[in-house]
Each structure stands twice: as C-alpha cells, then as structure tokens.
C-alpha cells in the first residue's frame, strides 16, 4: 500500500483520488457479490417439463422457468398439474429460478425422486 503511494508520489496523482477510486471499486465489487444471490421461494403449478433439468411453473403472477440443474444431478419427477415450491437464485429478469431445493407445496417435502 505505501509503495502504491510512492509510485503516486513520483507520478503526481493525487492521494485522494486514489482513496476515492479505491473506495469506488470495493463498493462495485461489494454490491456485484451479494447482487442475485438472497433465496427466492416461488410456488405453483408446474404447466410444462421442457427438459429432465428444465420445468416452466405458472404462479398467481407469471410463469418462471425453474433450472433443476442445480440440484446436484438429481432427476426430479414432476409433471404438469403438479404442485410444488422452488427455492433458489432468481435471475434478474425475474423469468429464470435457478433452484437449489424443491417441495411439495403440500407436504412440505422434495418431490418424488426417480
């Protein structure tokens, strides 16, 4: 850190912008790490199964596709008209729900598994 400010010292830039740019980047990567990964719960029917990893659930607000991939290789039985709950990382777009745990919204335990 002081050699930092040596090589500042002997190029002339100035102390503080490097304190500001400093402080700029920790609060960019500190906001970009906890950005997208706070649990999301989604619950609903399942209206499609597109894939042994990919599912498409209707909710009482829209329809989340639901990535099962996480799961750890795990294949799941769910079929449409099924109820359940996916909880994990939602994306952005608010479309996408990487799950990493699924109920039965009825009992409250995983699905089946195959």
């Known amino acids: 850190m002081i050699q930092a400010f040596r090589r500042c010292d002997e190029k002339k830039i100035p102390r503080g912008v490097i304190a500001i740019v400093a ?5 960019l990567v500190w906001s970009g790490a906890t950005a997208g990964t706070q649990p999301t719960r989604v619950e609903g029917v399942i209206e499609a199964v597109q894939s042994p990893n990919t599912s498409v659930l209707r909710t009482a607000t ?3 596709t639901v990535d099962l991939t996480q799961l750890g290789g795990v294949t799941v039985a769910v079929e449409p008209g099924q109820t359940i709950a996916a909880i994990g990382v939602m994306e952005p777009t608010g479309t996408v729900l990487h799950a990493t745990t699924l109920e039965s919204v009825t009992s409250g335990k995983p699905p ?3």
């Open 112 to 114: 089946t598994l195959r």
């Open 62 to 64: 829209a329809r989340v």
């Open 23 to 27: 402080a700029l980047s920790f609060n």
